[in-house]
């Protein structure tokens, strides 16, 4: 699972980007267990993996004295006894202050199926978030005289800001992360690990469909996120940043952070995003 987790935890952490940037200066969330989160439709599966869902069985060849017979996986945990294999894995290839610091340890693989959901919606609620966001400050620049003043509803002037390209450099290290990783490895550890996936999937409410084909219809629309090259021109009507492009601020919450990252960094993540889809559907890379 582990370069699985951390290649998943490089999309997700479009996710949890998104909420801390733009989250609203307001008393904090109410801590929400995996357990709590709302289903996407009004009956969802129960937590329990199907026979459809269960890893086909390899016909195991004879063995003969020359040959030793190969050593079973051990038998995954339940989606709800999953977490301590999740956090072990990542503490094992990151270090215990490194997962302390970015990954919520409480329901770790719903966390990370539910913000993938998520992220070619509108925006990702805090409370379902699997890692959290780069530390630091958010670094804008005031644009005192801009070119075209904005106007809100009452008629008051906006103000306006630029991105400051220090913001960047906070997501290299994730970068580099997703980088160090095979797309051919994160394939196969996906599908070692699927069936906790698809459980947690089941529990959004989805009582049919794959989260594979779900993962790649998300990674599909990241790697649709237009290139947008310095200056980024931000507005704060109220507590919060927006794009002042309309045409930006409507981009689906993923594809937003992707822009907040760097045209460098979001070219870098969307290269290796379409290598793991390649390899999930099973394409040969070209010699």
Known sequence: MKNWLIGIGIIVLAGAG???????????????????????QESATPMRQTPAEAPAQQSQAPTSAMTEPAQEAA???????????????????????????????????????????????GQIPGVIAAVHGPGGTFEVTPVENPETVIHNEQGDDVPQFILDPDNYARYEPYVAML?????DQAAALFREYQPLFQQAYRQLGYSEGRFEDRLVEVIDELLATPTVEDPVRLIKPEAYYLFADPDLESLSAGQKILVRMGSENAARVKSKLAAIRDALRGVQAPE
Do not use: H, K
């Open 179 to 183: 980088d160090s990783m095979t797309p």
């Open 75 to 121: 038998p995954l945990p339940d989606l709800a006894q999953s977490d301590p294999l999740a956090v072990d894995e990542l503490t094992g290839l990151l270090g215990q202050d490194e997962v302390s610091e970015y990954w919520n340890q409480e329901g770790v693989v719903s966390r990370i199926v539910a913000t993938v959901d998520a992220l070619d919606s």
């Open 18 to 40: 998104i909420w801390y940037y733009q989250a609203r200066m307001t008393e904090p969330e109410p801590v929400v267990s995996p357990a709590e989160m709302a289903p996407r």
